[in-house]
């Protein structure tokens, strides 16, 4: 009796140390494969230079125009899904009422479902050619189309992650909002947004973490050119596009080219893993507030 | 029963919640510069009654009223009433003290603010009268401008009543304000409000039959929803009409 | 379910792995294709690493049968034989490779070799970015390139043919393995300027505009030359026609679902080739290779 | 006009700016869905769901991808399901304020944030060529069971949340061992949720492409699967394939394919949310 | 005070939760076949005594006991204690109803089920026995394998007072059993206490001084984690000897 239950307890907590496993794993793999690689590009060349060319005769590893080409569809993404889904998370937590409520939240939610192999269908053959006939001289393959597609698909993580934290404010600061004459808009954005405002940070800094790590929507619609610009017109590469043409193009194992992957993908995951952090880090501070 | 002016007036008052009815019938008037006790058991619906006075029900879904409330002889839920003008009629303090995460000087001035009121020396000024009529002035005046959190339980639901008094209201509503304090906080709030009385209309809901003993002229004791009794305080605890009013005060059930 | 052909054979069992060449890829998958109605159980599973891809595959030994747009080169041999293998080169079509830009694009009429040199060498990178460094006549506007990523053989015999040197060439452009990627790429970009196989100009040939280029060698046609089935065949599309081939390695050709595939390839690849775009050889040639193929099988399956 | 007026009339404003937001999200998901519909629904016949891949566009089918996805999904769920739940109870039920505990939820937390195409390189490194599985779908399956675990182990803890304490004390006080309240009570009355989040996690690991393309899902299957170790293609690396072909023909099947998709991950979603719902009213504390 | 043996007796007993000493060195004993109560104000300990008298605190984390408890002579904190079998002794009830959200009859052989029991008749005898003697039976025997959720609260305390009762206990543990029903549930339960005591001996936590008074023997007061007086039930209620008693049971706080 005592035994199988110390046994069971011993099976359950491996299936919780797989989860170090993974990790360590990820760690392990990103670091072996990026030290061999820095072993042969100094880590100032991979964080200066300006051209990235690997697979070239002239090899520059210079990470920057992929870095741009991140943060140039995120920038767009968020520029798209920060208003929109801020706006909706006051407006169904402040205007509307319940039962509007419980039938746009998951229809909301259907948003982040679809696969994103699907949005960068739709980038490509919707987006982009109605783009194409107001911007002339929009190339077929551009960071804005596919960064607004990302921004519609996560829409509906920032407007749910921030009505969570707009909930999350007691209800009695509303009242006293209400109790003294203002209305819903002054309640909202004079005393909810305020309360909720790390909430509401942890959900954007979620969004970009998610942005930066999304690759199949910049994948089929953003190019596949390394390029060192902010221009949102023309094709752009992303980190993790770059993963996916390496991927496709099946370099051998063992080759810098090989390599190169893994050093772009430590850089891809330092990032999301510093965004993470710093929002489990906030939340932790703020639900501690409300405890 | 008195001949003071009635201030506030319930007539035929129904409520519900979708299909539920959560007040059913009544008929109560509260009189101007008195403090009026709403007493009875749990859920009888004394927070609900107290929450139709400013319309704090408004946003709940599926909440609505049947009947009047007369504020100074007129329908507070006919269409034109603005409730946002209401409130600044009829303020309202909570069970939980619930001061705004800003500082002490903008809970007080939150009500002007919001108003559109900007001239410095006039919010400065309502500040310290309403801390100095809440007998806060002493204790917070070196800090106007540190965290509203940082103060007690009992503090911050005084600086409560401050904030409301500072938009001038005729009536304030009060929902178990001490019943999240400790017994010197609550003190003082009950001798704050035998001072406000002189000026305002007040209205408490509360638990504590003592308390309502001490601090209203008159009260009413609820029911599952029914107005059960209404009288003079002293009245009602000492000779009470009804056998559940009987029942209640002597602690047979609640 | 799948459906098969009258005299489908379902006694062939085993499975044909093929990499290598984009460009090769359609007529392989199409022989791939029409073989499965004829062999059912035997499974074939194509890749598209790309020519070099490919050939490292093949090297190795993980593969059966590489598609190549050029020949092997000599360190792709040495490694092959390192390996202990041993492999027969197929020649299957031509192609000829095209030089594209968008339809919209009104200026560019022709280009001579030596002005995709100036484009496409090393040198060129981060310095010819705009239209009117080629002639000043074009417009001034961002030069946006597109082409074949360096594992593929056309990235090889394009840099071979026109920088001068293979494997070399300038690195900031839309580089792909996958022509489709391509085709899409400059099929919507008014300013783009690309190259691939012939086959993948033919089959989008509505939504691209090919470039009729100039060699400055009279001897073999003189002027600005289109890319075309005849052109390409006779040789006056130069300097950018090539042929395509298939390897087979030896110990694959001792197994008889791949000696079966093979022949039926050599049998279907005349007709299939026209229908995926590229250039068929002589009708004689397909039957030399197809002797190859047998003297290479009865040869290896003497060996141990 | 008044400032209270004026106010008034900017609660109004925000108010159907609001409701545009709203809808503008929903909007552009219903030009998509109707754009797809009209580009791909006529292409979807028994045809299509049951040819093999092939060069002309209007001969081909997703047979071989839909079954991948089958199999991805079956295999996915022997994985990531049992240790998910058990990782979940862990957390949850014994582990509960330790270090270790402490240790754990910040990792689980992270592994959530880890972007999908990571997986992949982990897959490809460990799976791929440390165990050797190739491109097969037991690689698949492992890659995406570790992307999704993350997902199953934090519903699992939350349906379990959700049993009330005065559940487990009626447990206990009737002489039962931690197991057996587990067992007998805890995961029972939590079944719904768990399941809730498994599928919502699966319908996940359907849609995902990039983990895939990295271990070496191959584009050109001419065969369905028909063990682990078999090669093998899914409905969105298909869909991802034939969207980078430039004829308008393989745009069409893309469409169709994409629907087949849409339709597998709706209807997990929809299965999903109608067991949350019939749990919630089953179960009323 | 009695003559009848002492069924759990608590020696010099301290309870911690982390650093905070939630009870003061307790010195009690409850004895055979008697109704114990435990009266004191909210967060005075009362719950926390209760169960430490059947360990259930073990599993919250940084819960820690000095001193001894012992259950026939027996302290239960020694090492070699299987909880589970102090368990079956021990039996408890809960504030609020919990029946599990099985069938009526599993929640009532449930006790059984888990020490191994799979004997059909004998699980079914005693489901019935003890839903007879929680006068459940004629209720429930036609649904036994419906939802005990769906049982109204009243029946759902009583269901678990069976569950309970199905494992044969000799002491039953009660923390306020009634405070989550309506009055005619209550008057039930509490004569159904009455009844138990010739077999069990009980002990019971509750809030409404009228119950304790009405059901038990004996009569604790607990006053911030101090027993600060315990005596037969009618001598506490009439001549308590501490002031803090005689304040609490006229109701000066609480
Ligand atoms: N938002 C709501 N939706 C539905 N029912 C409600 C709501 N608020 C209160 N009720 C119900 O209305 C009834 C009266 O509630 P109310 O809060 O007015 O009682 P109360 O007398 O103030 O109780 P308490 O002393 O516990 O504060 C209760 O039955 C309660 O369940
Ligand atoms: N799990 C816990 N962790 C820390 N402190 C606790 C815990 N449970 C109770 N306490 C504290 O121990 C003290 C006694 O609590 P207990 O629940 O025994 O009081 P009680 O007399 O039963 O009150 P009530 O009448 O409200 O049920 C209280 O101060 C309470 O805050
Ligand atoms: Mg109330
Ligand atoms: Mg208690
Ligand atoms: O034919 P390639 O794909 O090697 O260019």
Redesign the pocket.
């Known amino acids: 009796m005592k035994l199988t239950e110390k046994i069971i307890e011993g099976l359950l907590w491996l299936s919780a140390a797989i989860t170090i496993l993974v990790t360590v794993g990820i760690i392990w793999v990103l670091l072996s494969e990026s030290v061999a690689f820095f072993s042969e590009v100094s880590v100032i060349e991979f964080f200066t230079d300006t051209e990235w060319t690997p697979l070239f005769d002239v090899k520059r590893f210079g990470i920057l125009p992929l870095l741009a080409g991140t943060f140039l569809t995120t920038a767009i993404a968020i520029a798209v899904a920060l208003p929109i889904g801020l706006t909706i998370a006051i407006y169904l937590n402040e205007y509307a009422d319940a039962s509007f409520r419980a039938v746009i939240k998951p229809l909301l939610e259907i948003l982040a479902t679809i696969p994103t192999v699907v949005y960068g269908f739709f980038a490509l053959t919707v987006v982009t050619p109605f783009l194409q006939q107001l911007i002339p001289g929009l190339a077929g393959f551009n960071a804005l189309s596919a960064g607004m597609v990302m921004g519609i698909m996560i829409i509906p993580m920032i407007s749910s992650l921030s009505e969570d934290a707009i909930s999350a404010v007691p209800k009695s600061l509303r009242e006293a909002a209400y109790g003294m004459g203002a209305t819903r808009l002054q309640t909202a954005f004079g005393v909810m947004v305020p309360a909720a405002s790390s909430g509401i940070l942890v959900s954007i800094i979620l969004a970009i973490s998610r942005a930066v790590g999304e690759t199949m929507i910049v994948a089929i619609a953003a190019g596949q050119q390394p390029r060192l610009t902010l221009n949102p017109l023309v094709p752009v590469e992303t980190m993790t596009t770059y993963i996916v043409q390496v991927s496709l193009g099946d370099v051998p194992h063992g080759s810098l080219e090989y390599r190169t992957i893994f050093a772009v993908g430590i850089t891809l995951f330092i990032f999301t893993f510093a965004l993470n952090n710093i929002s489990f880090w906030i939340k932790k501070k703020y639900q501690e507030k409300y405890d | 029963m008195s001949k003071k002016k009635n201030k506030l007036e319930a007539i035929d008052l129904n409520a519900y919640?979708?299909d539920?009815l959560?007040l059913k019938n009544i008929n109560v008037s509260m009189e101007e510069n008195l403090v009026t006790a709403f007493i009875?058991?749990?859920?009888?619906?004394?927070?609900?009654?107290?929450?139709t006075l400013n319309r704090m029900?408004d946003y709940?879904?599926?909440?609505r009223v049947q009947g009047q409330i007369l504020l100074d002889e007129q329908d507070i839920y006919r269409k034109e009433v603005q409730v946002d003008e209401l409130r600044k009629q009829v303020g309202m303090v909570f069970?939980k003290p619930n001061p705004f995460p800003k500082t002490i000087y903008e809970n007080v001035i939150y009500g002007l603010k919001i108003q559109g009121i900007s001239d410095k020396t006039l919010l400065q000024e309502t500040a310290e009268k309403t801390l100095r009529q809440t007998t806060l002035w002493d204790e917070v005046k070196d800090k106007l401008h540190k965290s509203a959190l940082a103060l007690s339980g009992g503090q911050q639901q005084r600086l409560c009543i401050a904030r409301a008094l500072a938009i001038s209201p005729s009536v304030v509503l009060m929902?178990?304000p001490t019943s999240a304090l400790d017994p010197i906080s609550t003190a003082k709030i009950e001798e704050l409000i035998y001072e406000l009385k002189k000026n305002y209309t007040i209205i408490i809901?509360t638990?504590n039959m003592q308390q309502a003993a001490r601090v209203s002229d008159h009260t009413a004791f609820?029911y599952m929803?029914e107005l059960v009794e209404f009288a003079k305080t002293k009245t009602l605890f000492t000779s009470p009409k009804e056998t559940r009013t009987q029942n209640y005060i002597t602690g047979r059930f609640g | 379910g799948p459906q098969y052909s009258e005299d489908a054979d379902f006694s062939l069992t085993g499975s044909i792995s093929i990499d290598g060449s984009s460009t090769v890829y359609p007529i392989t998958e199409a022989v791939a294709e029409e073989y499965r109605y004829h062999a059912p159980n035997v499974r074939t599973t194509i890749g598209v690493s790309g020519t070099g891809g490919g050939f490292k595959k093949f090297s190795r030994g993980e593969i059966d049968i590489s598609n190549a747009s050029r020949s092997i080169k000599e360190s792709e041999a040495e490694d092959a034989r390192a390996n202990n293998i041993s492999y027969l080169q197929l020649s299957v079509a031509y192609d000829g490779l095209t030089v594209v830009v968008h339809p919209r694009n009104t200026w560019v009429k022709d280009m001579t070799a030596a002005e995709l040199k100036k484009i496409w060498e090393p040198e060129a990178q981060g310095k010819i970015t705009r239209w009117n460094q080629i002639r000043p006549e074009w417009p001034d506007q961002e030069l946006h390139l597109y082409g074949a990523g360096v594992e593929s053989g056309t990235y090889d015999y394009f840099t071979e043919a026109i920088v001068g040197k293979s494997h070399s060439s300038r690195g900031d452009y839309t580089a792909s393995e996958d022509d489709n990627v391509l085709v899409q790429g400059v099929s919507t970009d008014p300013y783009a300027l690309g190259f691939f196989g012939y086959a993948y100009y033919e089959e989008n040939k509505a939504k691209l505009k090919a470039v009729p280029i100039n060699d400055e060698d009279d001897s073999n046609g003189a002027g600005a030359i289109m890319p075309s089935l005849a052109t390409v065949k006779d040789g006056t599309y130069a300097p950018l026609s090539r042929p395509l081939f298939i390897y087979v390695n030896s110990t694959a050709a001792q197994k008889q679902h791949v000696v079966d595939f093979l022949q039926f390839y050599f049998e279907e690849v005349p007709e299939l080739t026209q229908e995926v775009g590229y250039i068929p050889m002589p009708l004689e040639k397909y039957k030399q290779e197809l002797d190859k193929l047998k003297a290479f099988v009865a040869e290896t399956a003497k060996k141990p | 006009m008044t400032n209270a007026d004026r106010n008034r009339l900017k609660d109004k404003a925000f108010q159907f700016f609001g409701i545009f937001c709203t809808f503008i999200g929903l909007a552009v998901l219903a030009v998509f869905l109707i754009d797809i519909l009209i580009d791909g629904i006529g292409r979807i016949d028994w045809e299509f769901l049951n040819n093999l891949p092939s060069r002309r566009a209007h001969r081909s089918g997703i047979y071989t991808a839909w079954i991948g996805t089958l199999w991805i999904l079956l295999l996915t769920t022997i994985i990531a399901f049992p240790l998910g739940i058990g990782a979940g109870v862990y957390l949850e039920e014994y582990g509960k304020k330790s270090r270790m505990a402490t240790i754990l939820e910040i990792n689980i937390a992270n592994l959530a944030g880890v972007p999908s195409i990571i997986y992949g390189l982990l897959g490809l490194e460990i799976f791929v060529r440390l165990m050797a599985l190739g491109g097969s779908l037991l690689a698949g399956a492992l890659t995406l069971s570790l992307l999704i675990l993350p997902i199953v182990i934090v519903t699992t803890r939350e349906a379990i949340k959700a049993v009330p304490r005065s559940i487990r004390d009626g447990s206990f006080a009737l002489g039962a061992s931690k197991w057996q309240t587990v067992w007998y009570q805890v995961l029972p009355a939590s079944f719904g949720g768990i399941l809730t989040g498994v599928i919502l996690a699966l319908s996940r690991a359907v849609g995902e492409a990039a983990p895939l393309i990295v271990i070496g899902a191959l584009a050109y299957v001419p065969f369905a699967p028909a063990s682990p170790m078999d090669e093998f293609t899914v409905l969105p690396i298909q869909i991802f394939n034939w969207i980078s072909r430039p004829q308008a023909a393989f745009t069409t099947n893309a469409a169709a394919a994409i629907i087949v998709l849409l339709v597998i991950t709706f209807i997990l979603n929809g299965i999903a949310v109608y067991l949350r719902h019939k749990w919630q009213k089953r179960i009323k504390w």
């Open positions: 919640y979708g539920f959560a009875g058991p749990s859920g009888c619906g004394k927070s609900t009654f107290l929450r029900n709940v879904d599926g909440f069970q929902d178990e809901v638990h609820f929803g």
